[in-house]
């Protein structure tokens, strides 16, 4: 059974700086592309970012790029995203998601395209 559990969440000032991080288990995590979405009150999931099986590919969401970084610990099962500089339309639940084919090429932006996902984590950013 895979889970996916994210953590790091809570409430921060515009311009402040969090780190989230999601850790898998139920499977070897070193073989799946990794996603981070966000959704807030009344508004679609939407993607955020998203991080190869091998770590060698990144890709961001327009409104997020130069400021979040997605990583991961292969080693410790663990995808991270570094949130920099954030604005208060960064507010929203953050989900960790996992893909379910291994060693895929194709980086995948749409919630329907990941198989496996956390509880989310709240995400608050005041002005």
């Known amino acids: 059974q895979v889970q996916l559990v994210e953590s790091g969440g809570g409430l921060v000032q515009a311009g402040d700086s969090l780190r989230l991080s999601c850790v898998t288990s139920g499977r070897t995590f070193s073989s799946y592309l990794m996603g981070w979405f966000r959704q807030a009150p009344g508004k679609e999931r939407e993607f955020v970012a998203a991080?190869?099986?091998?770590?060698?590919?990144?890709h961001y969401a327009h409104s997020v790029k130069g400021r979040f970084t997605i990583s991961r610990d292969n080693a410790k099962n663990t995808v991270y995203l570094q949130m920099n500089s954030l604005k208060p339309e960064d507010t929203a639940v953050y989900y960790c998601?996992?893909?379910?084919?291994?060693?895929?090429?194709?980086?995948?932006?749409?919630?329907?395209?990941?198989?496996?996902w956390g509880q989310g984590t709240q995400v608050t950013v005041s002005s």
């Open positions: 998601a996992a893909d379910n084919r291994p060693y895929t090429v194709v980086v995948r932006t749409t919630p329907t395209e990941y198989e496996y």
């Open positions: 991080i190869s099986w091998s770590g060698g590919v990144t």
